[in-house]
């Protein structure tokens, strides 16, 4: 069983930063074989793609709202994700979640991903 721990969130003014990490467990394959992939999500509004990255490939995306402010890695030998947010804004204020694909194709897309973290809050105050 596969799980995903989420942790690094908190509340930031504008213009901070964080680093959310997840920490993958439980997997049966090689991590290489796994694309990883954030996403975030307001009460009220519909899930949003943030960021992904593929083990092996190290081939990454990221969304238009991010792009140039976020850095999404891998530490292969923690299985570990991590996602550097900087120049924080109010509008990224969400909890953000961890997910995991068995492929090694990133995807933007929050159905093509089977396993999910907890998630961890993130609040940007202006």
């Known amino acids: 069983q596969v799980q995903l721990v989420e942790s690094g969130g908190g509340l930031v003014q504008a213009g901070g930063s964080l680093r959310l990490s997840c920490a993958a467990s439980g997997l049966t394959i090689s991590i290489l074989n796994y694309a990883m992939g954030w996403f975030r999500q307001t009460p009220g509004k519909e899930r949003e793609f943030v960021a992904s990255?593929?083990?092996?490939?190290?081939?990454?995306r990221y969304a238009d709202s991010v792009r140039g402010r976020f850095t999404v890695s891998t530490d292969n030998a923690k299985n570990t994700v991590n996602l550097q947010m900087n120049s924080l804004k109010p509008e990224d204020t969400a909890r953000y979640y961890c997910?995991?694909?068995?492929?090694?194709?990133?995807?933007?897309?929050?159905?093509?991903?089977?396993?999910w973290g907890q998630g961890t809050q993130v609040t940007v105050s202006s």
């Open positions: 997910a995991a694909r068995r492929n090694t194709a990133t995807s933007t897309t929050g159905d093509d991903y089977a396993y």
């Open positions: 990255i593929s083990w092996i490939a190290d081939t990454t």
